[in-house]
């Protein structure tokens, strides 16, 4: 099946939308039920506490991308040639960037909308956990496009009196963060992203070249497509739709099994890097984890250390990264235990699904629920990945596939960053959360 530009935008009823299918560069879109399980919350329940960690929105490419997207322009300038089909729009086609000495890098538009929108849809999705005018925190890792994505979900979720909320801003280099800040790899001497190495080099070798020479008879003249060309494409369907608010026309390129062909050769590269194929790798999120665990198993009385006194946190935590700490983080969570090693060599059957899990404002949310039983209260904790429930398949026997707090508490005590890393200063449990003095923390205002 073709997809042309006008018959898709986010959620705009295509059958098939290659948006949802491009792995981490994806515009953020809800993930689906892949597990059957309402997210609703469960009869007899009450969420009485959330915590959000959020990659940054849409942004603009980094440097390194925009370089590719300008060679590629410099190839077809250079060349003198005809193109058909659906690639009759390469002789008018450029960059997209229209100032990207100030773009590059940042938040889109598109951005934006998405985290000034997950502020106003969590404000109604947990009705009693802010009251107005009352200080609110956030917190977000030190980079400018996770700063600003804090500030624009923080205008989303406060209105008009944003002001009332602080931006703790945790510096990961400092010395002082080893194992404590929301971007733990950076100071894990052991830790290496391979980017899924042969496992992605492999998948390519088999999956590009027919879509390449597919390609190259729809030219004619002295252009001829590459591979490493070709793979750009459906990239440049995504990042070009949610910076222009238009729809591509690279995203009518590829047809539907060749974007599930990419978007699998993004499993491999996530699975296989920093996710639940990478080995040690994927514990480097364990402290984060387990300072999560920490604030649940407080529940809403949370408190923090401020400089003054001590705080009571918010019932809604939030806290911004980035696409490889999200999917860090997705793998130690408990609810990939059961999925099966990638092979690269065919497209699997999985619940990993890179899209699924870490796409621009990909989410992780933990909420805690307080339930009725007939012993009395219970507590539970459930995992969300982009509004879409996953269960942990060895503990999910509460309401709703939950886990019973205490048992998950168990359950993440795991390997020991430390050990993990080759360091022997590091934080177990972060911090960041629950000491607002930390000398790597500063303040920012939305």
Known sequence: MRVTPHTLWLGLGAAFNPLQHLGANSPWFAGPNVNNISTAVPEQCTVDQAIYIVRHGSRYPDPGAYQEWKDLYEAFQSAEFRSSGEL????????VLRHPDQEIGQVSITGYKELYNLGADLR???PSFYDDNTPFLLWANDYQRTIDSARLFARGYLGPNSSYGDIYVVDADDPAAVGNSLATSDQCPDFQDTGGGRYVSTWE????????ARLNALLSGNLTLTDDQVKLFPYLCGFETQITGRVSPWCGVFGEQEVLAYEYAQD???YYGTGPGAGKNMTVMLPVLRGIVDLLRDGPTATARGNSSTLLLPRLIVAFTHDNQINELASV??????QKALSPHRIDERVYVSSNVNPMRG???????????????TVHVRVLLNDAVYPIPSCRTGPGSSCLLEEYANYVGGDSFASVCGVSNATESVGFFRDLTLPFLRVVRP
Request: aromatic share 18%; glycine share 6%.
């Open 124 to 126: 109604f999705r947990y």
């Open 88 to 95: 009759s729009f390469l002789p008018d086609w450029s960059p």
């Open 268 to 270: 491999l590269r996530y």
């Open 333 to 338: 969570l408990g609810v990939f235990d059961g």
């Open 205 to 212: 070798e088999a999956y590009l070249p027919p879509i390449t």
């Open 363 to 377: 989410t992780i949310a933990f909420e805690r629920l307080n339930c009725a039983a007939s012993e009395g209260q």
